[in-house]
């Protein structure tokens, strides 16, 4: 190959959720079929697309703070090309701000024109710099390439945006208003990838379970969930993240009663008391969410439970932070994403009085990870000399001569075991445990299913 048909390579980077997970994905999907071969070298990238986050500030400035550090790296290679998309640059106004702070990109792009990266591509490569923001999404998106193919594990998109208006949030404002996808182009899709070697899907939407509200026809999150258990091949179902005030009976039932639906609900509850949630306007209080905690749990014996949890959000004072602990003292998750307040701009709760000092907040989200973390630990230790079903995903990150993978209830386990078993459900027994990390020994004479 000579030099002037040198291989071009891009590199992505995701910052955020799973939904800029695979926007990142479908954007590196679309750069491979622009010739672009997928890479992690930043230093011999010919192109480096940066999905963004602004849920909160902190992500907002890490992902600054890598957009600089790109400017070296375009001194070396006046070639290299760096596009940023996602909630960032969708933020009202943010456009003309991020271009005067990082005028070294080449283009910009917002979560609604994602699909359309390929001609944007093209623009940068033929004219130079871009820019395209779109006030209002388009389409559902159906056209964009199935970047998940040929994984073991893959998300899939059921809807985009939310309709729930959280005062602290900016999603609303960046992905816009609620859209259900088709349930015919989600089973296809999900069926392609199980015939590409897909075992696991994660569906995937800011509220999932209320999926379809907006369709023509009745059908809501509860019989798509059905219709995707029955898809053959498929080992594993998972889904996030579900709103307490949409997790009806019917759901909880379809879960309990569904073979390939994994045991785990991730159900953020935000606060624990009724007057932050309100606030918040969440539309539940304390005592629902806890009944639907209640309900699950009789229903799906042993199921683990993930939540969401805000820290000093306006107005919080020390008895409502203590109803937060209490809370999750009571209902005892397997683990918890525990986040300080950020003041979003645009967002009503910016404008909120009684916004807490940074010290207190701090303060408050240490007292509830040491909480919680005893909470992760003591969950995980009760699982140590039991036995349960791993979907086996590689080797460890963290120690590469063991293998890692999950139980159905997404706690992650490491243990010894041939590369042989990557991709198959074993059974593994489980030996020790930290607040994060089961550790087991692979039962292989109960080898269950293989690709
Ligand atoms: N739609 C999902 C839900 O309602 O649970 C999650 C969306 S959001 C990307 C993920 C989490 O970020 C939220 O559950 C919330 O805990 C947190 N979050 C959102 N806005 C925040 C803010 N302004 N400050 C701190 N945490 C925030
Ligand atoms: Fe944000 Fe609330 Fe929608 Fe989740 S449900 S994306 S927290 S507005």
Known sequence: MSIAEKEKKVVTLAFGCQMSERDADTLTEISSQQGYTPSQDLAEADLIIINTCCVRESAENKILGKIGELKRLKEHNPNLKIAVSGCMVQQPGAL????????????????????????????????GKVAEVWDKPKETHESVPLAEKGKLKAFVNISYGCDNFCTYCIVPHVRGRERSREPEEIINEIKELVKSGCREVTLLGQNVNSYGQDL??????????????????????????????????????????????????????????????????????????????????????????TTDIIVGFPGETEEDFEQTLELVRQVRYSQAFTFMYSKRSGTPAAQMPDQIPLD???????????????????????????????????PSKANPNRLTGRTRGNELVVFPGEDSLIGHLVQVKIEDANSYTLFGTCEEDKFLKEC
Not at 96 to 108: G, S, T, Y
Not at 223 to 249: C, M, N, Y
Not at 269 to 281: D, H, K, P, V
């Open 96 to 127: 003309e701000r991020l271009r005067k702070r990082a005028p070294h990109v080449d283009i910009w792009a917002g979560t609604h024109n994602i699909h359309e990266f390929k001609r944007l591509l093209e623009e940068a490569e033929q004219k």
């Open 216 to 305: 023509e026809r009745t059908y809501d999150f509860a019989d798509l969930l059905q219709a995707v258990d029955e898809i053959e091949g498929l080992w594993r179902i998972r889904f996030t993240t579900s709103h307490p005030k949409d997790l009806s009976d019917k759901l909880i039932e379809t879960i309990a009663k569904g073979e390939h639906i994994c045991e785990h609900i991730h159900l953020p509850f935000q606060a624990g008391s009724n007057e932050i949630l309100r606030r918040m306007n969440r539309k539940y209080t304390r005592e629902y969410y806890l009944s639907r905690i209640a309900r699950i749990q009789e229903l799906i014996p042993g199921v683990s439970l």
């Open 360 to 394: 207190i907040k701090k303060h408050r989200l240490q007292r509830l990870i040491e909480v919680q973390n005893s909470q992760s630990l003591a969950w995980r230790q009760a699982m140590v000399g039991k036995t349960y079903e791993i979907l086996v995903e590689g």
